[in-house]
């Protein structure tokens, strides 16, 4: 193993149920829920739900590519964490903050993003077209303390069981190669 990690930024929706799933995945060292696609400035979740700023409530994920590779992120991220079909929206949640987007952070990551929704398409994985938008992280910001691990701290919450939950059974019967069974909120699964 080479101890070098890499970074992913991604959007699709509420940052509480992605970082969840991407924090259920071996080979992710660490998630943060916060925002891209905006400025310093406007990078708190006051200003961003005025749908005003341009950012977009995402997860960063910082993961050992000898274990896990961008690509097999992007299935999790178009086969489990979200509708990649939905515009400016994901479930209950609607605006801009809420699109579906990849801040890529290389070429390597933008070409491998463009492969997978051209090859998504082309099989015709979805019932509408792909609306995932694709931008050069511009920067990233931590989202407030509360945020960050919200299904692990509050698995009781009717937003967390209707929207969230259901995602990691998802990504359990998708992908088990894929998940940490140890895992936070994989704990909060097998406690259920």
Known sequence: MSGETERAVLAGGCFWGMQAVFASLNGVTKT???YAGGSAGTANYEAVSSETTHQAESVQITFD???????QLLDVYFLVAHDPTELNRQGP??????????????????????????????????????????????????????????????????????????????????FPQLVNPASAPMRVIAAR
């Open 93 to 174: 949640d609607s605006g801009p903050s809420y699109r579906s987007e990849i801040f890529y952070t290389s070429n390597a990551q933008r070409v491998q993003a463009q492969a997978m929704i051209a090859s998504l398409e082309r099989r015709h994985v979805f019932h509408a077209p792909i609306v995932t938008q694709l931008e050069r992280l511009p920067a990233f910001y931590p989202a407030e303390a509360y945020h960050q691990n919200y299904l692990v701290d509050n698995p009781q919450s009717p937003y967390i069981v209707y929207n969230d939950i259901p995602k990691l059974r998802a990504l359990q019967a998708r």
């Open 32 to 34: 943060v829920a916060g």
């Open 65 to 71: 590519p000898q274990r896990i590779s961008f690509r």
